[in-house]
């Protein structure tokens, strides 16, 4: 019997495992999750139904395999751009950018594993749990590190950090999930490019009107 802690054995079991998860997802996105079944997921794995009971014990840890592959996908996106940041150098525009494209790439790269998630995490304790505690508080705590040491840096002015920085973030990743779920509907005639542009000069400027204070703070 091979040892399961060969690597290569290890490689092919996470393999497989992404493999179901991607069928998964694109039947519970298409079907929805009650309707979908673990026959019509083997179908599009191209596995049998057999096979995913050795990796999955039901259909709703299917359903938190997705929320997993979200989590290590989300936060290893998020570190990685907030770490090419520095509150010396930047300023609050530059870090406001650069989450709007993360969570915009995060968005396109993940919308079917979005879709199937979107109406489940409203009505799934456990789901909600790991949604908010493994992705959302990891990702709210980066930022207000980063936050705090652009005030101190006199970067930006002092603010509550606790409420500046969920608010930012809450609505991109709502923007981000609708622009998943509804492409062709929500801010369809709009780039990403252009979403980014505009609202970090809403973010930073708030709806001012022109002035020599608006003009700086678009610098």
């Not at 079944?37 to 599009?44: G, L, N, S, Y």
């Not at 609050?92 to 489940?120: C, G, K, P, V, W």
Request: charged content about 25%.
């Amino acid at each position: 019997m091979p040892d399961p802690r060969d690597p290569i054995r290890a490689q092919l079991i996470e393999a497989r495992r992404a493999q179901i998860l991607d069928a998964a997802a694109q039947v519970f996105a298409e079907k929805g999750f009650s309707r979908a079944t673990t026959k019509e997921i083997a179908d599009v794995a191209r596995v049998s139904e057999g096979t995913i009971y050795n990796y999955f014990g039901s259909k709703h840890d299917l359903l938190l395999g997705i929320a997993d592959y979200l989590i290590s996908s989300a936060m290893s996106q998020t570190m990685s751009e907030l770490a090419n940041l520095d509150a010396v150098t930047s300023d609050a525009s530059a870090y406001i950018d650069a989450i709007m494209r993360n969570s915009a790439r995060f968005a396109h790269e993940n919308q079917s594993f979005l879709q199937a998630l979107a109406t489940e995490i409203w009505t799934d304790r456990e789901l909600q749990a790991q949604f908010f505690t493994q992705i959302l508080e990891p990702i709210f705590a980066s930022g207000d590190h980063y936050l705090q040491a652009l005030v101190a840096a006199g970067k930006t002015r002092p603010c509550q950090v606790e409420i500046v920085v969920p608010t930012i973030r809450g609505s991109l990743i709502l923007i981000s999930m609708l622009r998943a779920l509804a492409p062709d509907h929500f801010l369809a005639n709009f780039s990403d490019d252009e979403l980014v542009d505009e609202l970090t000069r809403l973010y930073i400027c708030g709806l001012r009107p022109d002035s020599k204070e608006t003009a700086e703070c678009e610098k």
